[in-house]
């Protein structure tokens, strides 16, 4: 008998709204705080300042409204676990548009303001269900802000590590999104129930081709929490450096998935 075929992870529309808002609103409070010479520390992403970084947040959550300026597509064609592959293609354009975007919006509580409003008029005017063109494919509008709150999840903590003292909040439906959807992108990218990784309390996906674990402790277990897992899988952080600093642990021969990492940059 053929192996059963794993459900798709769906997600709270309700929550996922909220979450995005949420996480949003969190950085807008932070960003309100920022004085001029900490909006020109560098970030970890490379030639960036705090204020790209900051317009570039700007700039995922209006990713929405591009895409709604256009007409749905005929049909779904991509799931929202592909989203993550996709994200390194546009890198270049996107370096591009961040500057440009900090250049015009020299007051980012004003722009943030505008793009939360804007992002609400639109939510409460669009169901779930309209597909946008997206840079992975077509996906539903709510599929699509599960994406949004990884971005969001991600660079607030880019923002954390940048200035400071900051510590902006997360949201937790929104971590709790992308530790889910990066964790279920890990398992395709992986197929297989060799090994089981474990980030507490959000998501526990098995992945790798060999033996299927079926009862009792899984012989390969991978476990981190949510903040680092979003690190490893976007390359902020190495399974290496990880590994030596005791943000993760990882037992059995099939355990070691530095290879597989980052999924997304």
């Not at 902006?168 to 959807?181: C, E, G, I, K, S």
């Amino acid at each position: 008998m053929p192996p059963a075929t794993k459900r798709a992870r769906t997600y709270d529309s309700a929550r996922t709204r909220a979450a995005v808002l949420g996480q949003l609103g969190h950085v807008r409070e932070a960003v309100r705080g920022l004085d001029p010479d900490r909006l020109a520390l560098p970030t970890r992403l490379d030639g960036w300042t705090v204020r790209d970084l900051v317009a570039h947040i700007g700039m995922a959550v209006t990713a929405v409204h591009r895409a709604l300026d256009h007409p749905a597509p005929p049909r779904q064609d991509v799931t929202v676990v592909q989203w993550p592959f996709a994200t390194a293609a546009s890198a270049s354009a996107i370096d591009a548009f961040t500057r440009g975007l900090a250049a015009e919006h020299p007051d980012l509580d004003a722009y943030l303001t505008d793009v939360d409003a804007s992002l609400r008029t639109l939510l409460a005017a669009h169901p779930g269900s309209r597909l946008l063109l997206t840079n992975a494919g077509a996906l539903p509008l709510d599929d699509y802000l599960v994406t949004r709150a990884v971005e969001l999840v991600v660079h607030t903590d880019d923002l954390n590590a940048a200035v400071p003292g900051l510590d902006v909040p997360y949201d937790r439906q929104a971590l709790a999104a992308a530790t889910r959807l990066l964790a279920d992108a890990l398992a395709a990218k992986a197929p297989g129930g060799s090994a089981e990784v474990r980030v507490p309390p959000y998501a526990v996906v098995q992945c790798v081709e060999g033996p299927r674990h079926t009862r009792g402790t899984p012989p390969n277990v991978v476990e981190t929490d949510p903040l680092t897992w979003i690190r490893l899988a976007t390359g902020r952080v190495g399974w290496r450096d990880a590994l030596a600093e005791a943000a993760v642990s990882a037992s059995g021969e099939r355990a070691d998935i530095g290879g597989l990492l980052p999924l997304m940059s």
